[in-house]
């Protein structure tokens, strides 16, 4: 796709120069300008922060270079036995922590069971009072405090003292307090 484009540049009125170019590809030739035109700008900031990058690079080949062989060294029979060792206390550590878990859950597991069965018994002792006529409620609440302690047994207050007079009534207007409220009119005023 070469398009033949005739280019004038007019220097003078009498000299008129005309050259004959083919244009291959416009969008690289803006490409080149604006990188141009950043290079013009920053072309000292690029060039300290690739110079930085060159000696961050060559800083960590060298140290990966230097450390090397210490891994290989590192990997001798004298670490290699250390590596066992840490494994097998490991591996020793997690055994007594998966006893010591059992033993708890064998625990929880034994007072489930032990309260299941009192669960259980309460139901029979309920059904077997209801059998005799009496009602679960009391029964429930009998073996209850004979659980909690049987020397003290429930008795009503004798001496409550009433929260209001016998005297009042709320509907009559009178007593509690001495606020004298009343609605207002209903209906329009007659004041206009």
């Not at 300008?33 to 060559?58: D, P, T």
Request: aromatic content about 4%.
């Amino acid at each position: 796709m070469e398009d033949d484009v005739e280019i004038t540049d007019v220097y003078d009125e009498d000299d008129i120069v005309v050259q004959k170019t083919s244009l291959k590809n416009q969008d690289l030739t803006s490409v080149g300008v604006i990188a141009g035109e950043l290079l013009s700008e920053y072309g000292w900031h690029l060039l300290v922060v690739l110079l930085v990058v060159y000696l961050l690079v060559h800083y960590l080949s060298k140290r990966r270079s230097s450390q090397s062989p210490q891994s290989v060294a590192s990997s001798s029979p004298q670490d290699s036995e250390e590596v066992v060792r840490r494994q097998e206390a490991m591996e020793i550590s997690r055994r007594k922590m998966q006893e010591e878990q059992d033993a708890k859950a064998a625990l929880f597991r034994e007072k489930q069971k032990q309260q299941e069965e009192e669960k259980r018994k309460q139901k029979i002792e309920n059904w077997e009072s209801m059998k005799l006529g009496r009602s679960s409620k009391g029964a429930s609440k009998q073996s209850s405090d004979d659980g909690a302690s049987s020397s003290t047994s429930v008795q009503p207050k004798k001496d409550k003292k009433p929260l209001r007079g016998s005297d009042y009534n709320p509907l009559s207007g009178e007593g509690g307090s001495s606020c004298s409220w009343r609605p207002g009119r209903r209906g329009p005023s007659s004041g206009g």
